[in-house]
């Protein structure tokens, strides 16, 4: 079965898309493909499901990794992923406006990527536990 995006989420994307029907001129949902957790850069927005639970948001590099990714001393390949199902609209449209498609932008490091990061938005996720990734292109 093919994996798509979240209705929430696709609908969350829509007033940033390129995509417009040319008959009634409104904007249509983002394009996406799946890829795996290589194929991800600081900067791409996902959509993923983790233990078996959705999640959106975006790769993030950090101090120890320029790709977002990285070996754990327990040899799991680990992903820099920032949440961004809980934020405000205005804030959702901070981010993909400063940090979408980003990659020196996208890092732990940043200021602007300071704004986003709480307790319950930043992760570390291991990549066996990564299923149905879905790459956005908006």
Request: hydrophobic share 40%; glycine share 6%; net charge positive.
């Amino acid at each position: 079965m093919a994996s798509i995006l979240l209705p929430s989420f696709s609908e969350r994307l829509k007033p940033f898309s390129k995509k417009i029907d040319k008959e009634t001129g409104q904007r249509l949902p983002p394009e996406y493909s799946e890829t795996s957790y290589l194929g991800l850069r600081p900067g791409d927005l996902i959509q993923v499901t983790y233990e078996g639970v959705a999640r959106y948001g975006l790769i993030l590099s950090s101090r120890t990794t320029k790709s977002g990714i990285f070996i754990s001393t327990r040899n799991n390949a680990l992903v820099n992923f920032i949440g961004v199902s809980g934020l405000s609209e205005a804030m959702f449209s901070l981010m993909i406006n400063n940090l979408y498609n980003n990659e020196n932008a996208c890092s732990i490091m940043s200021s602007t990527v300071a704004v986003f990061i709480g307790k319950t938005n930043f992760r570390t996720l291991n990549q066996a536990k990564m299923k149905d990734i879905l790459k956005v292109y908006i």
